[in-house]
T-cell receptor, first 113, second 113 residues
Framework: DAKTTQPNSMESNEEEPVHLPCNHS???????IHWYRQLPSQGPEYVIH???SNVNNRMASLAIAEDRKSSTLILHRATLRDAAVYYC??????????????FGKGTKLSVIP | DAMVIQNPRYQVTQFGKPVTLSCSQT?????MYWYQQKSSQAPKLLFH???????NEADTPDNFQSRRPNTSFCFLDIRSPGLGDAAMYLC????????????FGDGTRLSIL
């Protein structure tokens, strides 16, 4: 799987937007960009995914650079419940390993009340 | 609510004593996965079932085995647990092996005495 690079940690104030960056300079044309998060003492939770166009859902927005070498997960209004480790993962859905979620180190997001 | 359920949440066993962790799902998904997550590390895939077809990751130790008696249940067997097997074990499901999101349980934390 292509590699992703994320900051180790970030902080945000409650009720402010949060932009979590992810670099994936070696992304291939068939790699989807997936985001998961893991709250303390819980299993990972799917957040959002996309290929080329920006995506929105009830949890977050995903902004994908035009060259696809980077992306940003946007939480529009951080709450204390959003404090978690956020993982940016590339999945080649056409490859033999398409079933795989290869987790990197992720970004630990702290939300300050 | 449909979900992935892991029991128990905490399991303690003795060094070398076989232990079985269980996972059930009400999502009727074809694919079930087992991940190992050691303290302060990212989850790491051990193996997965696509229906009844078992797929082992190349670096999964022989000490770890799995059974899937039906669509809803999957078990992780550790034949002779060592101190290095202390970890959180996460079960996940997905509707297929492609790009569909994986749904995780909250894990079983295994301690070895």
């Amino acid at each position: 799987d292509a590699k992703t690079t994320q900051p180790n940690s970030m902080e945000s104030n409650e009720e402010e937007p949060v932009h979590l960056p992810c670099n994936h300079s070696t992304i291939s044309g068939t790699d989807y960009i997936h985001w998961y998060r893991q709250l303390p003492s819980q299993g990972p939770e799917y957040v959002i995914h996309g290929l080329t166009s920006n995506v929105n859902n009830r949890m977050a927005s995903l902004a994908i650079a035009e060259d696809r070498k980077s992306s940003t997960l946007i939480l529009h209004r951080a709450t204390l419940r959003d404090a978690a480790v956020y993982y940016c993962i590339l999945r080649d859905i056409e490859g033999a390993g398409s079933y795989q979620l290869t987790f990197g180190k992720g970004t630990k997001l702290s939300v300050i009340p | 609510d449909a979900m992935v359920i892991q029991n128990p949440r905490y399991q303690v066993t003795q060094f070398g004593k076989p232990v079985t962790l269980s996972c059930s799902q009400t999502l009727n998904h074809n694919v079930m996965y087992w991940y190992q997550q050691k303290s302060s590390q990212a989850p790491k895939l051990l193996f997965h079932y696509y229906d009844k077809d078992f797929n082992n990751e190349a670096d999964t130790p022989d000490n770890f085995q799995s059974r899937r008696p039906n669509t809803s249940f999957c078990f992780l067997d550790i034949r002779s647990p060592g101190l290095g097997d202390a970890a959180m074990y996460l079960c996940a499901t997905s509707s297929n092996r492609g790009g569909q999101p994986q749904h995780f349980g909250d894990g079983t934390r295994l301690s070895i005495l």
